[in-house]
């Protein structure tokens, strides 16, 4: 793949330089820009540097730890969590991390997490709003971590064709499969971006990009066509659609 900024958050400075040289050889043209020791120190490099993959250690020397900090780092780019304490990786996975390493870390090990970070980079064409037009939606999220079953699925938000709210959850529709996320579709929406993700209804979420044709049948009721589905909605949600 392409030159990629790389952070490395490690309170073990020997550690740190190790992981470096791991990636070093994995992927040449890449370059780690930082390797923070703390939790207040990431999140300053974060701003600072912008980086296209974070590393995290749990264990940062702060009072935040980690995963305090990952749902703030997760905002701007895939996480990787390299650490020696297993038991967290649920945990990990919830905050949307892309994949969760046990020290000591193999080389083997990392270039999995390392193409498969690669491949989300790859399908994701949304980037965080920043601006203040009508319709965005500030930090709007780019990756998303479900749960089909005992699977967890990590996507690019763009390739969610609809969302359909579940008691206490919701759900992710993709091309050939779905997941659950354990929150409600209105908590999900509001780290959804409004220009491309319209809500036809208080339970249905519509992603733009698939959207294929609207009409209204015989007794007024809007049709919509996606690839793949069709949904009929009242007269009264016709303003979502705007």
């Known amino acids: 793949m392409e030159k990629l900024n790389i952070v490395i958050a490690e309170d073990d400075p020997a550690q740190a330089e190790a992981v470096a040289l791991m990636i070093k050889s994995l992927r ?9 020791a703390s939790a207040s120190q990431t999140l300053d490099v974060l701003h600072r540097y912008q980086p296209d993959i974070a590393l995290l250690d749990i264990g940062l020397a702060d009072t935040r730890s980690g995963l305090d900090i990952a749902k703030e780092v997760a905002r701007h780019c895939p996480i990787i969590f390299v650490t020696g304490e297993p038991s967290h990786a649920l945990a990990a996975f919830d905050i949307g991390a892309a994949d969760y390493l046990v020290k000591p870390l193999r080389l083997a090990r990392l270039e999995q997490a390392l193409l498969r970070t690669e491949q ?8 965080p709003s920043t601006s203040e037009a009508p319709g965005e939606t500030e930090g709007a999220a780019r990756y998303l971590q479900m749960t089909s079953g005992r699977k967890l699925i990590w996507t690019a938000v763009n390739e969610v064709r609809y969302l359909q709210a579940e008691t206490g959850y919701t759900r992710f529709f993709l091309k050939e499969s779905s997941g659950l996320v354990r929150h409600g579709i209105q908590t999900v929406a509001l780290r959804l971006d409004r220009r491309d993700f319209w809500q036809i209804h208080r339970s249905v979420i519509v992603n733009a990009r698939f959207v294929e044709e609207i009409e209204r049948d015989d007794i007024g009721r809007l049709l919509i066509r996606m690839q793949g589905y069709r949904f009929h909605r009242a007269r009264r949600w016709h303003r979502n659609w705007r």
């Open 28 to 36: 040449p043209a890449w370059r780690v820009v930082a390797t923070p």
């Open 120 to 127: 989300i980079l790859r399908d994701s064409a949304i980037r």
